[in-house]
């Protein structure tokens, strides 16, 4: 798909952009879905419109829109990382850590140099109750990636909470 072949899909594109640059969620959304339905015999189009929908209804914890949104993207391009990274995003939102592992996973596998994945991974395994593995990973990750905010935020949480657990007063 390049811009002389589509110009009219790409100035949509640009246009559901602007919206979501500027915060009006539903109108992206209205276009997203409009791309659906025009260019419903574009497979790129709809990966793309499907994938920026799963997107968008994670930030708006619509988490089921958002689900179902990017397994139709990743049917459409199952090679994306990024796409299992939002998946294993949801189901942590969701607190589902056994889905969100292994969308992790896949997402590390196709992509192992990605400090945000590896983030996503340790963090989810932290939380699925293998607390020492999941440090040990978010440590790890913190060595490749030391200037990632999310990696040092989950640490800071992580220490909190090992050291609320293990006070005296809780005990």
Do not use: C
Not at 134 to 152: D, H, K, W, Y
Request: proline share 4%.
């Amino acid at each position: 798909m390049d811009r002389d072949n589509i110009p009219e899909l790409y100035a949509i594109w640009d246009e559901a952009r602007s919206h979501i640059e500027s915060g009006n969620y539903d109108k992206a959304i209205e276009i997203y879905k409009y791309i659906l339905v025009r260019y419903s015999d574009n497979d790129v189009a709809a990966e793309h419109a499907n994938a920026y929908l799963g997107d968008i209804f994670l930030t708006l914890r619509q988490l089921d829109l958002a689900e179902d949104h990017i397994k139709k993207a990743i049917s459409y391009n199952p090679e994306k990382p990024d796409y299992y990274y939002i998946l294993g995003f949801i189901y942590s939102v969701k607190q589902q850590w056994d889905k969100a592992i292994p969308e992790f996973e896949i997402a590390v596998d196709k992509k192992p140099d990605s400090g945000e994945y590896l983030r996503g991974l340790s963090w989810a395994i932290y939380s699925s109750g293998d607390r020492a593995k999941g440090l040990a990973s978010l440590n790890e990750t913190s060595r490749l990636t030391p200037t990632n905010v999310n990696i040092l935020t989950d640490l800071a949480v992580t220490h909190m909470q090992n050291s609320l657990f293990s006070s005296p007063a809780l005990k």
